[in-house]
Structures are given as structure tokens and as C-alpha cells.
């Protein structure tokens, strides 16, 4: 029964010859590669046309120190009736355009240390400069010493910082698509 046992075995065992497997020839790879390669190529000429549209996108000129601070200033007087709050407002307002239009370092510094830098430029004219010394010891007065003004004083603060930008801001000028001053008149 052995012998049988492994004939019959080695019968199943043995198949029959299969037909040879084709092999498709260098032209499908080739094929296939050019494809990947136009599909990259499209998508960085696609990524490269994106980046050089944002490039070219037109955006507005950044607004002026005045005109910031001129919208400041009028946004804080909503505050107007929160001395504290209003004054911090208004000193910043101010700080941050005297910093912006002239580069000095105004609301990192303290009062007498910016007053003590302002003393040494010509940047500003002599009463301006007390006058926004007389500004910002008010402030201070608000700010720190718990001094609540009444709304008379605070409109007088508030004038006072809109005079300090309206006399430093930079005036047009003439043949830069401003028209000039017309000359004065000489009477015979």
C-alpha cells in the first residue's frame, strides 16, 4: 500500500507544461515615465503661475502716520467718558505717530526719558515740543496718579494731540500732483 500511496502522489504532483508569460517591451516603461513626468512638469508650471499671480497682486499703500493717528484719536473719543481709559488711548495715539513719523522711541520709554531724547532733536519746533511735554505730564497725571479730569480738560488733551499731528505732518509737496499755492499778488 506504500507504493500506491506515493504514485498517486506523485501524480497529482505533476502538472502540465504552461504557456510562456509575455513580457511587454521598453516602450510601455517609457511610455509610462513621460506620463509622470508631463504630470509633474503641469503641476509645478501650475504652482510657479499661482506664486507669480500673488506676486503681482497691487496692494494699497500703507496709510500715513497722520492719517492713522487723525482716525486714532477720533475713535478714541468714544472713550470720552472713561477718563483713564480715554487718556491711554489718546497718549498712545500720539506716541505711536511721533515714533512712526519721526523714529523716536516714544512708547517703550517713559515721559522724561522720551522728553529727555526730544530736547536733543530739531525735529520739532521749540513750543511744540513743550507743548507736548505739557501733554504728556497731563496724561501721566491721569494715567498714574488716579487724577480723574472733567470731559472739558479731556477735550482740551485730545485737542492738544490733534494740534501736535496737523502742525508734524508732512505738508504736499508742490509739482508732485499737488497743485501749487497761487502767487501772491504784487500791487503798484
Not at 505533476?14 to 503641469?42: N, Q
Not at 467718558?81 to 513719523?101: G, W
Amino acid at each position: 500500500m506504500n507504493t500506491n500511496l506515493t504514485s498517486s502522489a506523485a501524480v497529482d504532483d505533476i502538472r502540465d507544461i504552461k504557456p510562456p508569460i509575455e513580457i511587454s517591451g521598453g516602450l510601455m516603461w517609457l511610455w509610462c515615465g513621460l506620463i509622470v513626468l508631463a504630470v509633474l512638469l503641469a503641476a509645478w508650471l501650475l504652482w510657479r503661475w499661482r506664486q507669480n499671480r500673488k506676486l503681482n497682486i497691487k496692494l494699497p499703500p500703507p496709510l500715513p502716520p497722520h492719517v492713522r493717528a487723525k482716525k486714532r484719536l477720533q475713535q478714541a473719543l468714544e472713550l470720552i467718558t472713561q477718563p483713564k481709559p480715554f487718556v491711554i488711548e489718546v497718549s498712545d495715539a500720539a506716541r505711536s505717530y511721533l515714533e512712526q513719523r519721526f523714529d523716536f522711541h516714544a512708547p517703550e520709554r517713559t515721559t522724561e526719558e522720551f522728553l529727555r531724547e526730544l530736547a536733543g532733536s530739531k525735529l520739532l519746533l521749540p513750543d511744540q515740543k513743550e507743548s507736548l511735554g505739557n501733554f504728556l505730564a497731563s496724561c501721566d497725571l491721569v494715567k498714574f496718579a488716579k487724577y480723574e479730569p472733567g470731559e472739558k480738560e479731556l477735550r482740551e488733551l485730545h485737542g492738544s494731540a490733534v494740534r501736535l499731528v496737523e502742525e508734524t505732518e508732512p505738508q504736499p509737496v508742490a509739482g508732485a500732483g499737488t497743485p501749487a499755492a497761487p502767487p501772491a499778488e504784487v500791487k503798484s
